[in-house]
């Protein structure tokens, strides 16, 4: 997908403050979502699962972090430890 068609696909899901207001049904708006989101996450930083969180609820108004904390990471874009206790920007090589 490209960068403009993750910003089409955002301008009724992420409101003029940068909040996401809704969790789409459509696939692609999914993913522009998770694309979006995970720009909130700095690359090589460690996090526990309450700092995810907090971020997530920040950039989120609808009410389910724990949803988009899994959508993160069962899309690749997010990885954690076994035990769930620290969570990173997945690297791609």
């Not at 692609?28 to 700095?42: D, G, N, P, Q, S």
């Not at 700092?51 to 950039?59: A, G, Q, R, S, T």
């Not at 724990?66 to 969570?87: H, N």
């Amino acid at each position: 997908m490209t960068f403009m068609e993750n910003v089409e696909n955002l301008k009724t899901i992420v409101n003029s403050d940068g909040i996401i207001i809704r969790w789409p049904k459509k696939k692609e708006e999914k993913r522009a979502v998770l694309e979006y989101l995970i720009t909130k996450f700095e690359k090589g930083c460690k996090y526990s699962e309450l700092e995810v969180n907090l971020i997530i609820k920040k950039w989120h108004s609808f009410g389910d972090h724990s949803l988009l904390r899994r959508e993160l990471y069962d899309a690749f874009l997010m990885d954690r430890s076994p035990d769930c206790s620290e969570y990173w920007v997945h690297e791609t090589e």
